[in-house]
């Protein structure tokens, strides 16, 4: 698809904003001027195999979809994670029938009498509502004022609620009737009539040595479903994948979500996994996730709450109530004890630790 970049008005510069309506992403060159094309003009497209048309009748035995990125420790060989992670049922507690990674979704649901009876579960979608979800924000649907485009709060808009918006469609900045973190996977769920996944604590743990399992393994946290039609709880904890070989597509060793996973005599933190997956999504944060350790009573500082996602100079240690920096030429960062966890377990892998990206586009204010 070729560009179409048009003028949508005035930067606070003065110079000119201009939105590319062909691939829904900003077009403004330096000092206000067209760009010759859009920042998503080299996107890949979704292939065909990556679509997943989706029809919940078919699976009676249950349906759960999340928002997936790469795992925070992996030492395998296969394709990164990155989208919408399917599991599909014929029968209840039966095997998964589907259990795969898609970029897109099309489910069989006509929001209106005009509609083709198609809804679209765009990967940027989950990977933002992840996000949101696992900092504590809800999301809701918000729509252009102009335009009607479904809007999606990504990045820092994600974990920051908001009024006024710019719009994905037309490129124009509009306000809504209340604040909000925007996401058209609100609207999916209350078509859906989709209730929030009942939560509960994972039974089971895990204790071994990544030298049990030399295809490798992957490690990501937990987060709430986008949609949980099973009628059990879903498992909070880490999950975990452990492979026998490294010719092997499917995990035989470990398959399984845990409440504590001990690795080398090295003992996970649920918390810290799941933060560490979710700033891992945030681009405008990447670089400044890290391991800071307390000069005064040397234990790993892990930041929480709204310092979870906003890089600050200050850090006061919840141990011994010192405050300290950051050592380095980076000052503004986010402690995350995980970030040193990864590198020390990678010392001990029989396999080089990935470091994949999800290449995602920074929006801030």
């Not at 069989?108 to 504590?136: C, H, Q, T």
């Not at 409440?259 to 670089?287: K, N």
């Not at 400044?288 to 600050?312: A, K, M």
């Amino acid at each position: 698809m070729s560009c179409n970049i048009v003028p949508v008005g005035r930067r606070r510069d003065g110079g000119t904003r201009y939105w590319c309506l062909g691939h829904h992403a900003n077009a403004t060159a330096k000092y206000g001027k067209p760009a010759a094309k859009c920042v998503a003009a080299d996107d890949v497209p979704i292939a065909p195999e990556d679509t997943l048309d989706l029809d919940f009748k078919s699976y009676p035995g249950g349906i759960a979809l999340w928002g997936s990125v790469p795992a925070v420790f992996d030492t395998t060989y296969g394709h990164p994670d990155r989208g919408i992670h399917v599991h599909a049922r014929l029968v209840k507690d039966g095997d998964k029938v589907i259990d795969r990674t898609y970029r897109k979704l099309r489910i069989p649901l006509a929001k209106d009498l005009l509609s083709d009876g198609w809804a679209e579960v765009d990967e940027i979608d989950a990977i933002n509502y992840m996000v949101s979800r696992v900092f504590g924000f809800d999301t809701i649907a918000v729509n252009c004022s102009y335009c009607g485009f479904p809007h999606l709060d990504r990045d820092w808009f994600a974990v920051h609620e908001h009024r006024r918006h710019q719009c994905h469609g037309c490129g124009k900045q509009f306000s809504d009737s209340a604040a909000g973190v925007g996401n058209p996977l609100a609207t999916l769920r209350h078509m859906l009539r989709a209730q929030k996944p009942k939560l509960t604590p994972a039974k089971k743990k895990a204790k071994f040595k990544q030298s049990q399992f030399p295809g490798g393994i992957q490690i990501w946290g937990s987060n709430p479903a986008i949609l949980w039609t099973s009628g059990r709880a879903e498992e909070d904890g880490i999950h975990v994948h452990a492979f026998a070989s490294t010719t092997e597509n499917l995990p035989s060793g470990l398959d399984d979500t845990f409440a504590e996973v001990t690795i080398d005599g090295i003992r996970l933190d649920a918390a810290q996994v799941r933060t560490y997956m979710a700033q891992s999504a945030m681009p405008h944060i990447d670089g400044r996730v890290v391991e800071l350790i307390c000069p005064d009573c040397g234990l790993s500082h892990f930041d929480q709450n709204e310092w979870s996602y906003t890089p600050h100079v200050e850090h006061s240690c919840h141990s011994c109530g010192c405050t300290f920096f950051a050592s380095g030429s980076l000052k503004k960062t986010i402690g995350n004890p995980f970030a040193g966890v990864r590198l020390e377990l990678a010392k001990r892998a029989p396999n080089p630790l990935r470091n994949d990206k999800l290449g995602l586009r920074p929006e801030t204010i």
